[in-house]
Nanobody, 124 residues
Framework: QVQPVESGGGLVQPGGSLRLSCVAS????????MGWFRQAPGKEREFVAA????????YYADSVKGRFTISRDNAKNTVYLQMIDLKPEDTAVYYC?????????????????WGQGTRVTVSS
């Protein structure tokens, strides 16, 4: 059983940067990829970025392209989300999930396991 654990959230000013980490302990070969989603108060969980473990293919929501970068370290079972030029609308709880159905990487209900989330607040 995969157990994602996120870290790295915090309070940052607009234009600032943060790097989130997600350690996916218990990962197996059937875990084809990982995704970052976020959920703001009163809103549904939305896709942010995803990456495959094997080839490292990456995918992004249009709202974060050019500002967020997802990467992985296979040896450490860790996925990162580097965020730059943060905006107030990026404020949310960020969740890391694991999936065996990477073809549906944008759909949060296809992910098998989730972390507890890490809060990102962008405010002056």
């Amino acid at each position: 059983q995969v157990q994602p654990v996120e870290s790295g959230g915090g309070l940052v000013q607009p234009g600032g940067s943060l790097r989130l980490s997600c350690v996916a302990s218990g990962r197996t070969l059937s875990t084809t990829g990982m995704g970052w989603f976020r959920q703001a108060p009163g809103k549904e969980r939305e896709f942010v970025a995803a990456i495959t473990w094997s080839a490292g293919y990456t995918y992004y929501a249009d709202s974060v392209k050019g500002r967020f970068t997802i990467s992985r370290d296979n040896a450490k079972n860790t996925v990162y989300l580097q965020m730059i030029d943060l905006k107030p609308e990026d404020t949310a709880v960020y969740y890391c999930g694991s999936t065996e159905l990477f073809a549906y990487y944008r759909q949060y209900n296809t992910y098998d396991y989730w972390g507890q989330g890490t809060r990102v607040t962008v405010s002056s």
